[in-house]
T-cell receptor, first 114, second 114 residues
Framework: GQQVMQIPQYQHVQEGEDFTTYCNSSTTLSNIQWYKQRPGGHPVFLIQLVKSGEVKKQKRLTFQFGEAKKNSSLHITATQTTDVGTYFC??????????????FGRGTQLTVWP | DAGITQSPRYKITETGRQVTLMCHQTWSHSYMFWYRQDLGHGLRLIYYSAAADITDKGEVPDGYVVSRSKTENFPLTLESATRSQTSVYFCASNPRTPSYNEQFFGPGTRLTVL
């Protein structure tokens, strides 16, 4: 079945270091979404990528969608303590009755120590 | 604008009891979802609904029942709670339009089954 794999599961960095999480799909995706969940909170949508090779930036966050639309990455430059949380990627289902459903990766839990 | 709400926020129950978790959204989004989140497992889909009176199973539906008589409500019932159902439960909704496909998550319900 459709799967979205995400690595690493955990990442501990010192404040100011960079951070990257990677997402791979077993199938070609029409788009990929990224979410952030702060400790004790709920997942919040960050961005959606649609085009092959697309790169989008949100301040210190850079999102990429692979050329084959089967992988994606989120890179944070110079992490801050406000970046702490779990980052999820999610890809949509691509078949009839399951349309509307998202397949979430297991997430990467980022810890930033000062 | 309340968005998406869940109740109760915290619940403690005993094994064998029936529990219903409520989810309400004010946007008239067509799609709604129930996830459970456990350490090491990320977000796992329990059930989802494409519209009123249309529901479908996700990854981990056993022991759960859903209904959707109205677009705005999507209750999740644990028919006979077990300790393995101790988890954080998130409800989400999605307008599922061609240009707007993100999921909006509720604040979550933390359920403990003793």
């Amino acid at each position: 079945g459709q799967q979205v794999m995400q690595i690493p599961q955990y990442q501990h960095v010192q404040e100011g270091e960079d951070f990257t999480t990677y997402c791979n799909s077993s199938t070609t995706l029409s788009n990929i979404q990224w979410y952030k969940q702060r400790p004790g909170g709920h997942p919040v949508f960050l961005i959606q990528l649609v085009k092959s090779g697309e790169v989008k930036k949100q301040k210190r966050l850079t999102f990429q969608f692979g050329e084959a639309k089967k992988n994606s990455s989120l890179h944070i430059t110079a992490t801050q303590t406000t970046d702490v949380g779990t980052y999820f990627c999610a890809g949509p289902a691509d078949r009839g009755s399951t349309l509307g459903r998202l397949y979430f990766g297991r997430g990467t839990q980022l810890t930033v120590w000062p | 604008d309340a968005g998406i709400t869940q109740s109760p926020r915290y619940k403690i129950t005993e094994t064998g009891r029936q529990v219903t978790l409520m989810c309400h959204q004010t946007w008239s989004h067509s799609y709604m979802f129930w996830y459970r989140q456990d350490l090491g497992h990320g977000l796992r889909l329990i059930y989802y609904s494409a519209a009123a009176d249309i529901t479908d199973k996700g990854e981990v539906p056993d022991g759960y029942v859903v209904s959707r008589s109205k677009t705005e409500n999507f209750p999740l019932t644990l028919e006979s709670a077990t300790r393995s159902q101790t988890s954080v439960y998130f409800c989400a909704s999605n307008p599922r339009t061609p240009s707007y496909n993100e999921q909006f998550f509720g604040p979550g319900t933390r359920l403990t089954v003793l």
